[in-house]
């Protein structure tokens, strides 16, 4: 028997109370002390029933906790108590029961998503008084409150001694298989409207596809991992009247959000689904010029690395690398710039500015001009927004990378030519990664080495 330094009986005036979020037993009356009092004490009572009930079950962590009742809004405890035992009563037992929305399998192998299906979630009696029907009384007390029929009941993780006690005393045998750890019973999915794999194990049958409260609900496994996507009544009327070609259509579509829990919180427009999704609304794909693709967002990634690499190639051809551009003086280094801010640095008359190497108000035309102009700049070891994909400028050229600054969380920056091999750059503010990327570069014996060579990477925001 569980007993407490201090008197039960107060809290319990009934063998069973039902507590809830707010730790309060449901037959509770009392100003706001005695409130304070109750709620302190009902703390200790399941905390203490919840380590047992752990305990017993070997699990290193209890299921049960006050500060999970109080932060739930659908869960509810019932304790049962013993008011005769001992000085101040004893607690004997706990059963903690929820509802859940749960993939499951039905019989037949479908998968089905219940909404709030009730489960049940931690069920304990004290070792001394199993096996008395203890269990039996708290369970049936729970099944009247909730209205739930065993059949109906998910449960959670049951023990050898919970699927024996259903077993007994709810005849409850025949287990449909599950992919997670819950169990239930054959019979569970009857009278629920099979509704193309969807359902409600309480036969609210809803709409295959869209619920009442407008989540959209797939079979997919996305769906599965992320949760159902909220579309929100706007979008219900905007997906009807608007055509998916346009680019702002298609950006909300991205970056539609669950309603609630971890995938609820809004998520920023993802910079690169932005190109990728953008860029094959067009259609056409225009004459393939970084140019034409400005404006409006609409660009094509692979036809700017494509582009790229094409001058890159033309330039190697042209052997008109030029390691004096936005190099910084030999005499004075200064730190290297995080962010090139504009103007590029006049080209010498007699050679071409590579196009690799384009001043950032032309690769500013590449990236579009949607493109806002910075608030104030954030080099990459303020924001650590930076993130280079090695595997694009690869595909430019085997021994260059594409760089473009990141200045803000969704665009695109300037393409930037990193210092030349051995012009070292100490001074504290400098880009040592780029420096080291340098070095890398210079000391594996490219054929570029002694020519110099352009150091271009790219970046963009993670994608996933
Ligand atoms: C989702 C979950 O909570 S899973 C975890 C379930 N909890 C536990 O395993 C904790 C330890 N066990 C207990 O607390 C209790 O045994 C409970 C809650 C499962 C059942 O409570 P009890 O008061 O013992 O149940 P009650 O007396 O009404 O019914 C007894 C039946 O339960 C089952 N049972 C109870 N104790 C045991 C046991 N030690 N071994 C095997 N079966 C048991 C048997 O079917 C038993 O019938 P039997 O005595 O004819 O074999």
């Not at 050898?160 to 054959?186: C, D, M, T, W």
């Not at 390691?323 to 071409?352: D, M, N, Q, R, Y």
């Not at 990378?401 to 665009?411: I, P």
Request: hydrophobic share 30%; glycine share 10%.
């Amino acid at each position: 028997m569980v007993e407490f330094r201090f008197d039960i009986k107060p809290l319990f005036p009934q063998p069973i109370i039902k507590v809830t979020s707010n730790l309060l037993p449901h037959t509770f009356r009392g100003d706001r002390r005695q409130c304070l009092d109750a709620t302190t004490k009902m703390s200790e009572i399941i905390d203490r029933l919840g380590q047992l009930s752990a305990t017993s079950q070997g699990l290193s962590k209890p299921v049960t906790t006050a500060q999970r009742l109080r932060m739930s809004d659908n869960q509810t405890i019932y304790l049962l108590a013993d008011s005769e035992a001992g000085h101040n009563g004893a607690v004997t037992g706990l059963l903690k029961v929820g509802t859940k929305d749960l993939y499951l399998f039905d019989e037949s192998g479908q998968t089905r998503k219940v909404e709030q299906a009730p489960s049940i979630l931690d069920f304990y009696i004290h070792e001394s008084r199993q096996r008395a029907g203890l269990g039996k009384r708290l369970f049936q007390t729970m099944l009247n409150e909730e209205q739930w029929t065993p059949l109906k009941c998910s449960v959670d993780r049951p023990s050898e001694k919970l699927l024996g006690f259903l077993s007994k005393h709810y005849g409850l045998q025949r287990i449909i298989p599950q992919a997670n750890n819950f169990v239930l019973y054959e019979g569970f999915f009857n009278d629920v409207a099979p509704a193309n794999g969807h359902g409600n194990a309480h036969g609210h049958a809803q709409s295959p596809q869209r619920t009442q409260n407008g989540l959209h609900i797939t079979n997919s496994p996305n769906t599965q991992l992320f949760g159902a996507t909220y579309l929100g009544e706007d979008s219900n009327r905007r997906r009807g009247s608007q055509q998916q070609s346009t680019p702002n259509a298609l950006l909300q579509q991205i970056t539609q959000i669950s309603p609630s829990g971890r995938y609820g919180a809004p998520r920023p427009t993802c910079s690169m689904a932005e190109i990728i999704h953008a860029g094959n609304s067009k259609g056409g794909k225009g004459n393939g010029s970084a140019e034409s693709n400005s404006g409006n967002g609409n660009h094509d990634l692979a036809e700017i690395a494509e582009q790229l690499q094409r001058q890159s190639l033309a330039d190697l051809e042209a052997n008109s690398y030029e390691p004096e551009l936005e190099v910084e003086p030999e005499v004075e280094p200064e730190p290297e710039p995080e962010v090139i801010t504009p103007p590029s640095p006049p080209p010498k008359s007699h050679t071409p500015t590579p196009p690799s190497v384009r001043s950032p108000e032309v690769v500013e035309s590449i990236v579009g001009d949607n493109r806002r102009p910075p608030a104030f700049q954030l080099s990459k070891q303020h924001t650590g927004m930076k993130n280079r994909s090695f595997g694009v400028g690869m595909a430019v050229m085997p021994s260059s990378k594409m760089e473009f600054d990141q200045m803000e969380r969704e665009d695109f920056g300037v393409v930037k030519i990193n210092r030349p091999p051995g012009h070292d750059v100490t001074s504290p503010g400098q880009d040592n990664s780029d420096a080291m990327s340098t070095a890398s570069s210079g000391g594996g014996g490219g054929g570029l080495t002694d020519q110099g060579y352009y150091d271009l990477k790219f970046y963009h925001n993670k994608l996933w």
